[in-house]
């Protein structure tokens, strides 16, 4: 249904425009009292948009853009309603999550421990005989109970099929039926996980593993069908659409190899895809890491692609032995230095994932090394999370032209880290600081398996620095106006894949990326700003999205 509205919508908005003489320019359509957000230099607000050949055309009055129609342009009223740049995530595994959307039970937004149950219940009535999979993006903190389900209540729920829920990375529930299905049981678990207790000394039901366990683990979970894997994409980048996402930045992902990205490929070759995707390689050979990635960049140098699907670089995992190592030996150096480089020599971008402040003047002094070899500000490279960011670390960072791809995972995980950190938590992240000091910034979510991959949730979150459970973690001097933080999800997120001269922003000759919300972001108190959605989601003048009133019945 939702298809037959696209398409009806499409045909509706982008008219031909073979009756315009050639002398004049006319918009293939317009959009109409509206509030337009155009996040232009000017900080101006406009009242409507016209749009030409997937580009924007012009932004300003009612009136001047109604007078670039012409016989052939359609006309869309956009009801006073609030108009945004599309939103980009500048850090989600979203190929990752596209591949099993289709199958997974997601609990993401679930308030409940009954809800949550109720929806494995439905998961598992959609695929009698089969797997069901909770693979992350919640926390128990979410549900009125506080707590994780047990598993007794998880059997009551599905008796007869195996079932998987994660939680984090950190936390693994596997039925009776999973464990003799994996070869398993409470007295041979993997190396790395053991089994979590109560209080009296009994199992839960639950193990506690490692990221590298964990992930193992899942690689043993029978793979979604190809078809499985084009379903899911196409419904999850629709799910994204639906909240104002016109593009991701994606940094690969454990679990996820060359051949899984099929899907996507076939999807931009039959130019199906409603979702713009720059996505780096992420090692997975152990201490061949560089081998790996001159074997499949050879006919895939840095950008290669179009304005829908494109190559940007290396990471977010660059040596396997240099993740979350806050204390590499000097070899684990020299073998991290020597991807870097070369990198740097085929000007490649690279991100990064890095936890620690305490260690990242580790990483700095690797990178300080290589661009003295070869500048590195022109290539873009990031450090993906880093929380506690420090006013040192944030200046070494600006001084490289190394940018910093911000998530939202004190939203899920705040409370716990803010007992650990005590007062430090209030400048974390230092959103603010790094806008000072000029550092580029870009906001995401590091969905699907520890976060929400709802960007409205995130900007909440920037602004009222609450975690899922309430607790305010974030002080003042470190919340961004909305503004700023709108723009963090935009221009910010759109210079990590060297777009932000293309989209981040509503001007004339930048692409018609664009979200027509059901709220007015500016306005609305900051505790409703997560419950947003987009009614029209345009991405390169062509709707991709739409809801009432302007999907068609």
Not at 39 to 48: E, F
Not at 124 to 148: D, I, M, N, S
Not at 264 to 287: C, D, H, I, M, N
Request: charged residues 20%; hydrophobic residues 45%.
């Amino acid at each position: 249904m939702i298809r037959a509205c696209l398409a009806a919508l499409a045909a509706v908005l982008v008219g031909g425009c073979a009756s315009v003489q050639p002398a004049a320019v006319q918009a293939d359509w317009v959009l109409t009292n509206a509030k337009v957000a155009t996040l232009d230099a000017g900080s101006h607000m406009a009242q409507a948009i016209a749009v030409r050949e997937g580009r924007i055309l012009a932004v300003g009055s009612d009136a001047d853009m109604l007078a670039l129609a012409g016989p052939a342009t359609r006309r869309v009223d956009a009801g006073g309603r609030t108009v945004i740049p599309g939103l980009i995530d500048s850090h989600m595994h979203a190929v990752r999550a596209a591949l099993s959307y289709s199958t997974e039970v997601n609990w993401i937004g679930a308030h409940t421990i009954p809800e949550a149950m109720q929806r494995l219940r439905e998961g598992a009535r959609a695929r009698p005989g089969q797997w069901v999979v909770v693979a992350g993006g919640w926390t128990e903190l979410q549900f009125a109970e506080k707590r994780k389900p047990t598993l007794a209540e998880v059997m009551a729920a599905v008796p007869d099929q195996p079932v998987w829920v994660q939680m984090f990375y950190s936390h693994l529930l596997l039925t009776p039926k999973a464990q003799e299905a994996l070869a398993l049981s409470n007295a041979s678990l993997p190396a790395g996980m053991a089994l979590e207790r109560d209080a009296a000394g009994a199992p839960t039901g639950w193990a506690t593993a490692s990221i590298v366990n964990m992930s193992a683990l899942f690689d043993k979970l029978p793979r979604p069908t190809y078809q499985d894997n084009v379903a899911g994409t196409r419904q999850f980048f629709t799910e994204l659409n639906r909240l104002a996402l016109t593009g991701v930045v994606d940094p690969g992902g454990f679990s996820i190899y060359p051949s899984q990205y099929a899907a996507l490929l076939q999807l931009w070759r039959e130019r199906q895809l409603t979702l713009r995707v720059a996505y780096s390689l992420f090692a997975q050979k152990p201490g061949a890491e560089l081998a790996e990635y001159r074997d499949l960049t050879q006919m895939l140098p840095m950008g290669f692609g179009d304005d829908m699907l494109r190559f940007n670089g290396i990471g977010e995992r660059i040596t396997i032995a240099m993740y979350n190592n806050n204390q590499p030996d000097a070899a684990t150096r020299e073998k991290f230095l020597e991807v870097a480089r070369w990198a740097a020599h085929e000007h490649m971008a690279l991100t990064i994932h890095w936890q620690e402040d305490a260690s990242a003047p580790v990483l700095l002094d690797l990178f300080e090394q290589v661009n003295r070899e070869t500048p590195i500000a022109p290539l873009r490279w990031s450090i993906a999370h880093l929380d506690n960011a420090s006013p040192a670390t944030l200046a070494r960072m600006k001084a490289l032209g190394v940018g910093w791809t911000m998530q939202d995972a004190m939203y899920l995980s705040g409370d716990r880290i803010a007992a650990q950190a005590g007062p430090a938590a209030a400048h974390m992240p230092p959103l603010v600081t790094a806008l000072r000091l000029g550092v580029p910034v870009g906001a995401g979510t590091d969905a699907h398996r520890v976060a929400s991959y709802n960007p409205f949730v995130a900007l909440q979150w920037m602004l009222d620095g609450r975690t899922v459970g309430g607790r305010a973690t974030r002080g003042a001097e470190e919340t961004p106006t909305r503004e700023q933080a709108l723009r963090l999800y935009t221009l910010g997120s759109a210079w990590f894949s060297f777009d932000e001269r293309k989209r981040g922003s509503l001007e004339p000759g930048k692409l018609a990326d664009f979200a027509v919300l059901d709220r007015d972001f500016f306005g609305v108190p900051v505790a409703e700003i997560g419950g947003t959605v987009s009614l029209l989601t345009v991405v390169g003048g062509k709707p991709v999205y739409a809801a009432a009133p302007f999907a068609l019945q």
